[in-house]
């Protein structure tokens, strides 16, 4: 049951995300790819409460709180962990597994239901790899450019023209029609009879970022006018298609370390993007972007790149995802691709190259609504001079920050040939009639914390030495990169660390394997918990190419502070000729190595 529990909680946090829990107590600014706001937990005049999506962690710099969803909510709500799971379940429409039979119950069909999906995603890459029924879908691969490489990367599969395929198959692992019915993958009949969903078709796993499989979406081979192109899993336990990405589970790694992310709108959009290395690319699941795709795309990147279909429908689905995005706090471009083009045939046609040209050309929101807004409007008479401009007010008016929509109105007038005071004022005009509407509408609240003000009495002002700064980059190379882990443990002894950080190096060193919120959050000793948060939420760029750089840094100004500490005491006066000679063999010792190793 522990490990169930455990398997719960995981599923319970990576449903939810943490600005958007933070963001009903507190009024959060994005800095970087940060939020900040003034700490619930202290009273203080300058922000320093920083909530990190990425790792899904909070911290005050002045107070030293910090934690999770389910630690935050305990903090801010005063409630027991026990509760602080519970509020969040219900918000994530989870039920939480306890002694109630059916909660044991809920947790155990989940776990069946990704069973079932792994089993059947087998299943279908098995008939398409290694089955002649395959052949029909693997000549169809192939004419797009897609080789057997990509289909064991992607973990394509393809559905048997049968109505029993997949469903004789896993009532064979002995599932029950009605749990297969639950997963969406076996429909029920007005003859009562159980067939299956997918049937000659293209089959495309839907992953979450943690690689399991969610869902499948279906692309028909043969035109077929009574049947749809695609078909999709339907809405089951496990799978919310406006919570997920298509891709996400290939794409994390490259948006976190370039901070950008393209978004396209078909499954061979996404694979076609990675086949040629274009590694930060999504898709929406179906061309509508919702909030929860948006929050969960600032978790990784700060600037987002549209890039759907250039049809009316793909510019539709465009203007509808713009807003989305930036309310989530991310800076937003659009890619104009060639009419009546999508992503995948521009890439096959053009190459990887031309594609990056179209990413440097592309435009930012406010420039993409001005374009489409003025579409089909001729601002050479008079009534389209007005229809035009009463758009771009509606437009500008939108713009919060004074100075951008300053230079926008300058550069609107000057190109459309309008008179920036007569805009200026027509777009002020209409900013105060939308503050005046939203007067009367309701207003966040933000709850406030009469918990008493902690001080860190021992907070040092004074800037870090070269070896604390190194440090703190390694540490955060550890945290952030778990695959170069070993490397690190391996060359470097926790030892070697200042008095500032050996306690967390070693704590690090020996959680190297399970360095999770849960484990951070049950740490002892305060201090340690939050040094180890502090470094969870800042964001020390460090790439993981420059990591075997940075071991030698380290051990370089490691050596150089050892030989200082040695020569400090070779001036002492007090000096026996023992000691003397004992120091004068160690600093020669690592003089010698310094030089070996080229340090």
Request: charged share 30%; hydrophobic share 35%; with cysteine.
């Amino acid at each position: 049951m522990g490990s169930s529990f455990e398997k719960f909680l995981d599923e319970l946090k990576g449903s939810l995300d943490i600005v958007d829990l933070v963001s009903d107590y507190v009024d959060l600014k994005k800095v970087g790819k940060n939020y900040v706001g003034l700490c619930p937990f202290h009273q203080e005049k300058t922000p320093s409460f920083t909530v990190n999506p990425e790792r899904q962690f909070f911290y005050c710099f002045g107070c030293g709180v910090g934690g999770d969803v389910i630690s935050f909510l305990m903090e801010i709500e005063n409630i027991t962990f026990k509760e602080s799971v519970k509020m969040l379940a219900r918000r994530s429409g989870m039920e939480v597994p306890g002694d109630d039979p059916r909660h044991r119950q809920q947790l155990r069909e989940r776990e069946k239901l990704f069973k079932i999906n792994h089993l059947t995603a087998k299943f279908y890459h098995y008939l398409l790899l290694e089955t002649d029924q395959g052949l029909k879908a693997i000549n169809y691969l192939k004419k797009r450019g897609f080789t057997k490489k990509d289909i064991k990367k992607f973990g394509l599969g393809y559905a048997p023209d049968r109505w029993d395929g997949l469903l004789k198959f896993l009532t064979g692992k002995g599932f029950e029609e009605g749990e297969l019915v639950k997963a969406g993958l076996v429909l029920l009949s007005n003859n009562n009879n159980y067939y299956d969903r997918f049937r000659d078709r293209l089959i495309f796993p839907i992953f979450n970022s943690r690689g399991e499989v969610l869902a499948f979406g279906g692309r028909l081979i043969d035109s077929d006018e009574s049947q749809p192109k695609y078909l999709n899993s339907p809405e089951t336990p496990v799978f919310n298609k406006g919570k997920n990405l298509y891709g996400l589970n290939w794409a994390k790694h490259e948006m976190r370390k370039s901070s950008e992310v393209i978004i396209m709108e078909g499954y061979t959009d996404v694979l076609r993007a990675h086949q040629m290395g274009i590694n930060n690319v999504v898709a929406s699941l179906g061309t509508a972007l919702t909030s929860e795709q948006a929050r969960l795309i600032a978790r990784y990147s700060n600037l987002a790149y549209i890039s759907y279909d250039a049809d009316t429908a793909g510019t539709k689905a465009t203007l509808r995802g713009l807003d989305i995005l930036k309310n989530a706090g991310l800076n937003v471009k659009v890619v104009d691709l060639p009419q009546d083009s999508d992503p995948d045939e521009y890439l096959r046609k053009k190459g990887v190259d031309e594609f990056y040209t179209l990413l440097e050309e592309a435009v930012d929101l406010v420039e993409f609504k001005i374009k489409q807004g003025l579409e089909n409007i001729d601002l050479n008479n008079v009534q389209g001079k007005i229809e035009g401009t009463r758009k771009l007010v509606k437009i500008l008016a939108t713009l919060e920050d004074r100075i951008e929509r300053e230079i926008y109105i300058q550069n609107v007038s000057d190109k459309f040939n309008l008179d920036p005071e007569i805009l200026k004022s027509e777009v002020e005009k209409l900013i105060k009639i939308n503050k005046n509407k939203d007067k009367n509408s309701s207003r966040r609240y933000t709850k406030k914390s009469n918990r008493r003000y902690f001080t860190n009495k021992n907070n040092k002002t004074n800037s870090f030495r070269s070896i604390h700064f190194i440090e703190e980059k390694l540490l955060h190379a550890f945290i952030d990169f778990p695959e170069l882990r070993n490397t690190i443990v391996n060359e470097i002894n926790t030892d070697m660390f200042s008095k500032e950080y050996q306690e967390v190096a070693e704590f690090l060193w020996e959680n190297k394997d399970s360095l999770k919120g849960d484990i951070i959050n049950n740490i002892e000793s305060k201090v340690l918990r939050n040094k180890v948060m502090e470094l969870m939420i800042n964001n020390k760029t460090v790439q993981p190419e420059g990591v075997e750089r940075l071991i030698v840094n380290f051990k370089e100004e490691n050596v150089y502070n050892i030989k200082v500490g040695l020569y400090k005491k070779l001036q002492e006066n007090n000096l026996n000729v023992n000691r003397l000679n004992k120091l004068l063999i160690n600093f020669q010792k690592l003089s010698g190595n310094h030089r070996k190793e080229g340090l």
